[in-house]
């Protein structure tokens, strides 16, 4: 049996080349439908939730947004046109809780109101925005009317101003307290330490800016003994608000 022929050297080395330029033409083509695929990504949201603007994200906003982001604010935050170029800052805002400007951890106290984000609001808003952002049938766009960050509440005056923390000596009934920093307060939790050894959270500063200026207002009055300690637990000076005396009426 003959052995099979030889190729010519001068052959194979034209095979191996045109292998090569194979080789190259296909990555080439790889790298070219990647960076096309790439465009197109950067172009448009890959959307990857169920969440929506209108039925979801409109509806956080209205309860606890638009009363400083409504209409003919310098960002309003109303429709999906407004809000989505923001939306990313938004997500940093809200988990940073900076956003809405409360200052105080939702939960924490009995207030009323209590305008913190709940922990299921702050996580709607980052899962939407991490999901693309989507839109959403604008039917569903929320009718609800913006309400005041802090209701009109019933006059009260600083009946006890405290610098972080002191012991009652008498009883006392508080409606709220009001902090009075001179710089932001990072964290500070503000509680009621009975007699008893029991333990009352009046209210969690965090991120509380001296210029929100407003008092956090209990549900219901607090009866507190003598003997109760009233501390915060950073440096922090803050009031007790307690009833206004109504006028003794003429005889």
């Known amino acids: 049996m003959s052995p099979a022929p030889s190729i010519p ?3 194979r080395l ?25 465009s197109l990504a950067g ?16 509806r956080i906003f209205a309860r606890h947004c638009l009363s400083c982001h409504g209409e003919g604010s310098s960002i309003p935050l109303t429709t999906y046109t407004e809000a989505r170029p923001w939306a990313v800052a938004i997500k940093e ?16 106290g009995d207030l ?47 009946g ?3 610098d972080t923390r002191t012991e009652l000596k008498e009883p006392l009934q508080i409606l709220g307290v009001r902090p009075l920093p001179q710089a932001t307060v990072d964290s500070s939790r503000v509680t009621a330490r009975l007699p008893d050894g029991a333990v009352q959270p009046l209210v969690w500063l965090y991120h509380f800016d001296p210029k ?4 956090f207002a209990f549900r219901k009055p607090l009866e507190v003994p003598k003997g109760t300690v009233i501390e915060a637990s950073s440096p922090l000076r803050f009031a007790l608000e307690t009833p206004i005396a109504a006028p003794k009426k003429g005889l």
Request: net charge neutral; aromatic share 10%.
């Open 93 to 108: 805002q809200v988990l940073g809780r900076s956003m809405p400007p409360w200052g105080a951890v939702k939960g924490f």
């Open 14 to 38: 034209h095979l191996t080349w045109f292998g090569i330029v194979e080789v190259v033409v296909r990555s080439a083509r790889l790298f070219l439908c990647a960076l096309a695929f790439i």
């Open 112 to 158: 009323s109101p209590d305008n913190g984000l709940t922990q299921e609001d702050i996580l709607i808003i980052a899962a939407w925005v991490i999901g693309g952002a989507p839109q959403g049938d604008p039917q569903f766009l929320t009718k609800q009317q913006a309400k005041p960050l802090v209701p009109a509440s019933p006059p009260t005056k600083d």
């Open 160 to 162: 006890l101003t405290i």
């Open 9 to 11: 050297l001068y052959f």
């Open 43 to 58: 172009a448009h949201d890959i959307i990857t939730t169920n969440l929506t603007f209108t039925r979801d994200v409109s």
């Open 212 to 215: 929100y200026g407003h008092t």
